[in-house]
């Protein structure tokens, strides 16, 4: 019999010894010299054009800081993730943060430098043989700082994020170590973290779901002042920092960060709204199925299958390598990897936070997953989405530091094209209709996921941070605002809403990158249109999809799709068709379901 797979990551390959490792705290002991050193160079070198062997060494020094502090940062995230309660990977957290903000200063220091040199002595010093592998961000560093604040008030800024910004950010991760349900399981009480909690919504029986769903609602209702005045805090800073650095549309710096025009970010969403009626027949059906008028909130994930079995992880991993082998044996062979390296922290237990990630530990060329597998088909997916992220960094860990610094939006394209890899694999393995139309509703649920939720978190943040402008919102305008989003983005479809959804995701305080949100529908309908690609040319596919992800960090969204796929994202067309692909499957769903 073949030995269980681990389903607990391997934190000690990376750094012996958790939160008290003794390894980390010379790592960090290090990388604070080496930004500090940066830094003071940085500070002293004067004003003026910088000559050729300094802005040499201070490219390396930089690149070598930031894959450190890439390093730094995924640990403690890991730390406490994995353990919400581990205060010391907190206090950690706030170190590393605290340097990151150093080395923003010394960032902000050499783009200035940059900005120094001439027009032609840069493209001359950019082209040369080491740089000319990062001319692209070099080239966008350079332009960028000249659309900020003079360095020294953008120093003071991140300075003052740790404590503000960035501590209100983490202030959240206290809010939801202080979410506990009490819940009856097996003739037992339990106290379920948010984590166990958010899988019961997914549950196969309208009454667990029905609780869970009230119960989970009441529990984030409960400590909705508290994630209030985190939203608002958060949101006060950056509007203020934007105000100071002049920028009036609050969509301007995720744009730059993904890459991405608004014109292209426009004709996404005008298309995705476009997809809205077909998914509404879909909600139909499904109502149908379940027995009800129309489906409620929490509904939606819910399986089509009344005896919906449990997939063991052991059998999770070997579906995941069998639907990537069909296109990739590289990719395949990567998520061997991560499954027989303990790269995967999967363990369904108490005192973990909610979600699933990827992070990338660049100086061991490895990443970890985390997420909490119950064995549903959407922990599948789930980790299928992070094993896309994974392979993703494979392709560019060897390339220079700057160069790896992909945006979230492609980041988005190889997991959601990976999760499709599973999705089509599972399909036709399918032995009966009854496995065909659970897969089905698998693949609508992230459709609807994609250009109905997403959405409705856009509409949200957005509203948000135009009524925030004014003052801060309590508790009972954010509901509103959240209601109305849903609603629309539904098209008010579903027969019960979610006010506290605001509260209760994640991505509404991630603080790393703001409007955490679109770049999902755009890597969800980015990857189905590569689909269509790839399923048009084959096997031969493969090479070119890995090329495309090797070029993410080197060029723009536009420029990325027009010279490997030859599209124009700023038209409709292709957002179009992607979306009529998404939904495609309805109608064979609507048969299926009609014949039970």
């Known amino acids: 019999m073949a030995e269980q797979l681990s389903q607990q990551w391997d934190l000690e390959a990376i750094f012996a010894g958790g939160s008290d490792s003794q390894a980390f705290a010379g790592f960090m ?34 690149q070598e800081a930031r894959a450190r502090i890439v390093q730094a940062g995924s640990f403690t995230g890991c730390l406490t993730a994995q353990d919400m309660h581990d205060k010391h990977a907190v206090s950690w957290t706030d170190k590393v943060q605290s340097a990151a903000a150093q080395l923003q200063q010394a960032s902000d220091l050499f783009d200035v430098k940059l900005a120094a040199v001439p027009d032609e002595r840069f493209k001359s010093w950019a082209a040369s043989a080491d740089r000319a592998g990062i001319a692209f961000p070099l080239s966008e560093r350079r332009e960028a700082i000249r659309d900020k604040l003079p360095p020294e008030l953008e120093a003071l800024a991140s300075e003052l994020a740790i404590d503000g910004y960035h501590g209100w950010g983490e202030h959240y991760q206290t809010i939801v170590g202080r979410i506990a349900i009490p819940w009856e ?3 037992k009480s339990v106290t379920l973290s948010a984590g166990q909690a958010f899988n019961k919504l997914n549950n196969p029986k309208q009454e667990v779901r029905d609780e869970m769903g009230a119960k989970w609602e009441e529990a984030w209702g409960g400590q909705a002042d508290l994630a209030a005045d985190t939203l608002n805090r958060m949101a006060g800073f950056r509007l203020k920092l934007y105000g100071r650095r002049g920028w009036e549309d609050v969509l301007r710096e995720p744009l730059k960060i993904n890459r991405m025009s608004r014109e292209t970010l426009d004709a996404m969403w005008d298309s995705a709204a476009g997809g809205m009626d077909a998914l509404k027949r879909y909600f139909a059906a499904k109502a149908r199925l379940l027995g009800k008028d129309k489906l409620g909130w929490h509904d939606v994930s819910a399986p089509v299958a009344a005896d919906a079995s449990t997939i063991p992880f052991d059998e999770a991993a070997t579906m995941i390598e069998g639907a990537f082998n069909e296109f990739s044996p590289n990719l395949a062979a990567l998520a061997k990897r991560a499954f027989q390296g303990s790269w995967i922290e999967a363990e369904d237990r108490a005192g973990k936070r909610p ?34 992220h ?3 960094s494979s392709l560019v860990s060897g390339l220079q530091p700057f160069a790896q610094d992909y945006a979230m939006n492609v980041a988005e394209t190889a997991s959601t094209f990976a999760e499709a890899l599973v999705s089509d694999e599972l399909l036709r393995r399918a032995g009966s209709d009854a496995a065909k139309l659970s897969l089905l509703d698998e693949r609508l649920q992230s459709a609807v996921a994609f250009l109905m939720n997403i959405r409705a978190r856009f509409l949200f943040e957005t509203r948000f941070y135009e009524r925030r402008g004014e003052g801060m919102l309590d508790v009972g305008e954010l509901n509103e605002l959240m209601v109305a989003a849903q609603r629309e ?8 809403w979610h006010p506290h959804f605001w509260a209760s995701k994640l991505h509404f305080y991630i603080t790393d990158v703001p409007f955490y949100n679109f770049p999902y529908t755009f890597g969800y309908l980015f990857s189905t249109g590569i689909g269509a690609v790839a ?4 096997k031969s596919f493969a090479g070119k999809y890995d090329a495309l992800l090797r070029d993410t960090g080197l060029m723009t969204v536009e420029e990325l799709a027009s010279r490997h796929l030859g599209v124009d994202l700023r038209r409709p067309d292709f957002w179009q068709a992607a979306v009529k692909r998404a939904v495609s499957d309805i109608g064979q769903f609507e048969q299926l379901a009609a014949s039970r």
């Open 29 to 62: 002991a290090q990388t604070e010299r080496l930004i500090a050193e940066l830094l003071g160079e940085l500070k002293l070198s004067g004003e003026g054009e910088p000559d050729e062997q300094s802005l040499n060494k201070w490219t390396a020094a930089l």
């Open 185 to 187: 399981e097996d003739g």
């Open 355 to 388: 979600g699933g990630f990827c992070t990338d530990f660049p100086l061991n060329r490895e990443t970890r997953i985390f997420m909490t597998y119950s064995g549903t088909a959407d922990n599948v997916s789930t980790l299928a989405h992070e094993l896309g």
């Open 390 to 392: 994974a392979y993703h």
């Open 489 to 496: 983005a539904f098209g008010d479809a579903l027969g019960s």
């Open 535 to 538: 399923a048009a040319e084959g």
